[in-house]
């Protein structure tokens, strides 16, 4: 069930990438900066909450709370050490795999530019917004979440699509950066779930509880 629900995204966003990327990303970009012009009170509380999910998706944050859950596991509670040894993996090559794609591609992010600007290789600050690494990990985390614990897939799901949004309404980056990183934390917990097979008994323990 949960790789079918994962399959299913996987492919959705695939397709909608380069139709996004073209066509929509300067239309909602414009919008919103419009939206935040005529609405200042909602725009401070968007911010706020931007920041609040920035910190939650963050890298560091969430590798650190991944190692926890291994430390936990190892040394408390068997049963988390598999979801901590998983998230570690797919956390960590989700960032990296983001890194090496922003600089390869170079693209400008909306501060830069709210049109598509594409400059190629480069290590230029402001030309790193394709793909969006929260989007990439809070997708990686939500997939691999979802391998261990099926029934919550929604909620797991709910808060990626929460962060995406959040690095587009805070103008960091554009649709398709957003959809771009979910496409890349996607494929990387697969990947990890393949590197270490089937859901284990530990995930099936969990699945009953």
Same mark, same amino acid.
């Given at each position: 069930?949960?790789?079918?629900?994962?399959?299913?995204?996987?492919?959705?966003? /695939?397709?909608?990438?380069?139709?996004?990327?073209?066509?929509?990303?300067?239309?909602?970009?414009?919008?919103?900066?419009?939206?935040?012009?005529?609405?200042?009170?909602?725009?401070?509380?968007?911010? =706020?909450?931007?920041?609040?999910? *920035?910190?939650?998706?963050?890298?560091?944050?969430?590798?650190?709370?991944?190692?926890?859950? *291994?430390?936990?596991?190892?040394? =408390?509670?068997?049963?988390?050490?598999?979801?901590?040894?998983? +998230?570690?993996?797919?956390?960590?090559?989700?960032?990296?795999?983001?890194?090496?794609?922003?600089?390869?591609?170079?693209?400008?992010?909306?501060?830069?530019?709210?049109?598509?600007?594409?400059?190629?290789? /480069? +290590?230029?600050?402001?030309?790193? /917004?394709?793909?969006?690494?929260?989007?990439?990990?809070?997708?990686?985390?939500?997939?691999?979440? /979802?391998?261990? *614990?099926?029934?919550?897939?929604?909620?797991?799901?709910?808060?990626?699509?929460?962060?995406?949004?959040?690095?587009?309404?805070?103008?960091?980056?554009?649709?398709?950066?957003?959809? =771009?990183?979910?496409?890349?934390?996607?494929?990387? =917990?697969?990947?990890?779930?393949?590197?270490?097979?089937?859901?284990?008994?530990?995930?099936?323990?969990?699945?009953?509880?």
């Amino acid at each position: 069930m949960c790789s079918s629900k994962e399959t299913k995204i996987f492919l959705a966003i /695939s397709a909608l990438v380069p139709v996004v990327l073209f066509y929509v990303d300067e239309p909602v970009l414009t919008w919103i900066r419009g939206f935040h012009s005529a609405n200042p009170d909602i725009h401070r509380l968007l911010r =706020a909450t931007d920041k609040v999910m *920035y910190f939650a998706a963050h890298g560091t944050t969430m590798i650190v709370g991944a190692i926890l859950v *291994y430390l936990y596991g190892r040394f =408390a509670d068997q049963r988390f050490r598999d979801i901590g040894k998983s +998230l570690i993996i797919g956390l960590v090559a989700s960032g990296i795999s983001v890194q090496i794609m922003k600089h390869i591609i170079g693209r400008a992010r909306p501060r830069v530019s709210d049109s598509l600007v594409i400059i190629g290789p /480069s +290590l230029r600050g402001g030309y790193d /917004s394709f793909p969006s690494g929260h989007s990439a990990m809070a997708f990686c985390l939500a997939a691999i979440l /979802s391998r261990y *614990y099926p029934r919550y897939w929604i909620p797991f799901y709910i808060f990626a699509v929460l962060e995406g949004l959040a690095r587009i309404d805070g103008t960091s980056h554009f649709p398709a950066d957003v959809l =771009a990183g979910a496409f890349v934390g996607t494929v990387v =917990a697969r990947l990890v779930e393949i590197k270490l097979s089937r859901p284990t008994e530990t995930a099936r323990t969990l699945n009953c509880r």
